[in-house]
């Protein structure tokens, strides 16, 4: 059973930056396609980033990484918004499988 596990959310004034992990179970990157999504309160889930592309309103700002030794993906954000305020999440999918983290919230104010 595939387990995901998010950290490195917090509270942070716009303009800052952070970073977000998402830690496996076990060794998965080779074989799911890995990605964070985020769901701000009253909207419905959406992609922030994959291995392969990235959400126009976070190109720029955000990276993407992995660290296969270590099970753990990262997404680096910087130039925060108070608009990227939501709960993020780590996936894995393949074929008609998908996990899903717990989320890790992540708060823009000032």
């Known amino acids: 059973q595939v387990q995901l596990v998010e950290s490195g959310g917090g509270l942070v004034q716009p303009g800052g930056s952070l970073r977000l992990s998402c830690t496996a179970s076990?060794?998965?990157?080779?074989?799911?396609?890995m990605g964070w999504y985020r769901q701000a309160p009253g909207k419905q889930r959406e992609l922030v980033a994959t291995?392969?592309q990235y959400a126009e309103f976070v190109k720029g700002r955000f990276t993407i990484s992995r660290d296969n030794a270590k099970n753990t993906m990262y997404l680096q954000m910087n130039n925060l918004k108070p608009e990227d305020t939501a709960v993020y999440y780590c996936?894995?999918?393949?074929?008609?499988?998908?996990?899903w983290g717990q989320g890790t919230q992540v708060t823009v104010s000032s």
């Open positions: 076990t060794t998965i990157f080779s074989r799911y396609a």
């Open positions: 291995f392969h």
């Open positions: 996936n894995a999918a393949r074929q008609l499988t998908t996990h």
